[in-house]
């Protein structure tokens, strides 16, 4: 049976997500982290897409990113696979597949549920067990989108900016939003669309 495309509407945001395969380890030690981040900056800046939010946890990745072009996510996993597959092989003298089947993608209403999907991206460890605050982690935008650490890989939403006016504005806006819970529902519904990859309207 033939694979249905992903949708996509250039100028709209979409969740990806893509899952290690049979949920085992794709970053081992703080250099496939790097490696992978590096690879993902230059592949999002040669497919014209823009990355507002990101959390690498070990065994899958959560990355929330408007294309430009409509070919242009669907350019970027297939580069960033190609590069970061190669590379973990040849660390860890490996063979085979790392990903868990195709990438799955959301397109979200970016007005209704782009801050939500921000804070589900970054709560990840939290929710995982792994630390207590997103603060705490690494490897994810939390640290550009609420303390103003420069990131080269993150370009700010108008859903964003539309925090305030000055940046030290929007991250206290930013880490406001995180001394609030997602409401069950909320969570659920973007569980739910990104689990069967439809749009979140």
């Known amino acids: 049976m033939a694979r249905l495309p992903h949708f996509v509407l250039p100028g709209h945001p979409q969740h990806v997500i893509q899952r290690g395969n049979n949920r085992e380890p794709i970053f081992c030690r703080a250099a496939d982290y790097q490696f992978y981040l590096e690879k993902l900056e230059a592949v999002c ?26 070919e242009g996510i669907g350019k970027v996993m297939q580069g960033l696979g190609r590069y970061y597959v190669q590379y973990f092989n040849y660390t860890y003298k490996r063979t085979g597949t790392l990903w868990d089947g195709r990438y799955k993608a959301t397109l979200l209403d970016s007005e209704r549920y782009l801050l939500a999907c921000m804070r589900y991206i970054e709560l990840n460890p939290v929710r995982a067990g792994m630390v207590n605050h997103p603060s705490e982690y690494p490897w994810s935008s939390y640290h550009h989108n609420a303390t103003g650490l420069q ?21 206290a806006g930013c880490r406001a939003l995180f001394k609030r819970h997602i409401s ?10 990104t689990n069967k990859g439809r749009g979140k309207k």
């Open 45 to 70: 800046q040669k497919y014209h897409c823009d990355l507002h939010a990101y959390v690498l946890m070990t065994n899958h990745t959560h990355l929330l990113i408007t294309p430009q072009r409509e």
């Open 151 to 171: 990131n080269g890989l993150i370009q700010q939403h108008s859903v964003y900016r539309r925090i305030g006016n000055a940046a030290k504005d929007r991250q």
């Open 184 to 193: 069950g529902s909320a969570l659920a519904e973007l569980r739910e669309a």
